[in-house]
């Protein structure tokens, strides 16, 4: 499969580190996958994230959208439902021990393997 790879960091405010990051994939040029995303704790709640999103929403283009969640991470849920993404219903272990709920924004579409 072809794929294409960006990262995004947020630099701390005096640019002294990163504090925070996301990988975002494209296949094909049909699909976006972010992941994984995370934030420090002492700087959520800041605006980082929708800044974050905001430059995932710029570089994925207008293309579908999803990701895979913790199952129990409520406070990461309700962050993507407030840009737009939604449950899809899908779950999944990841290293078969972490429920993961898939969220989506956008028609979404599979990969094909061959």
């Known amino acids: 499969m072809v794929h294409v790879v960006h ?3 947020a630099p701390s405010p005096d640019d002294a580190a990163a504090v925070g990051r996301m990988q975002l994939r494209a296949w094909l040029q049909t699909y976006v996958t972010l992941g994984p995303m995370y934030l420090l704790n002492e700087v959520q709640g800041h605006g980082i994230g929708g800044q974050l999103m905001g430059e995932f929403f710029l570089w994925a283009d207008g293309a579908p959208l999803h990701l895979w969640v913790t199952e129990y991470n409520g406070r990461a849920i309700r962050f993507y439902e ?18 993961n709920v898939r969220m989506a924004r956008g028609p979404m579409q599979h990969p094909r393997i061959a």
């Open 7 to 9: 990262r995004i960091e």
């Open 82 to 99: 407030r840009h737009g993404f939604q449950l899809t219903g899908e779950r999944a272990l990841w290293r078969d021990r972490l429920p």
